[in-house]
Nanobody
Framework: QVQLVESGGGSVQAGGSLRLSCAAS????????MAWYRQAPGKQRELVAR???????NYADSVKGRFTISRDNAKNTAYLQMNSLKAEDTAVYYC???????????WGQGTQVTVSS
């Protein structure tokens, strides 16, 4: 069973930075897409950033220019670099990976990010 394990969450002041990591138990190149989602209290889970084959990326409008998604094939790890953090970025962040040819749609367990103003 392929697993995704997030790390790097924590508490930071507004304007600060954090880097989230998502370690995969399979080659990240085997995923057609990897993404970061977040869910704030009382809100629906929303897409933050996505990276697909060829390393094409897309972002939610609310994080464009501040967040960067990437993946390191040698380390089998995806990242979310978050800069200029705002209080509204506070949420549980989840890593997600798709391997549709294997019928696998995988979520990590989530990591808490708290931004204080």
């Amino acid at each position: 069973q392929v697993q995704l394990v997030e790390s790097g969450g924590g508490s930071v002041q507004a304007g600060g930075s954090l880097r989230l990591s998502c370690a995969a138990s399979a080659r990240v190149l085997s995923f057609d897409a990897m993404a970061w989602y977040r869910q704030a209290p009382g809100k629906q889970r929303e897409l933050v950033a996505r990276i697909i084959s060829g390393d094409f990326t897309n972002y939610a409008d609310s994080v464009k220019g501040r967040f960067t998604i990437s993946r390191d094939n040698a380390k089998n790890t995806a990242y979310l670099q978050m800069n200029s953090l705002k209080a509204e970025d506070t949420a549980v962040y989840y890593c997600y990976g798709e391997r549709p040819r294997s019928g696998q749609y995988i979520w990590g367990q989530g990591t808490q990010v708290t931004v204080s103003s």
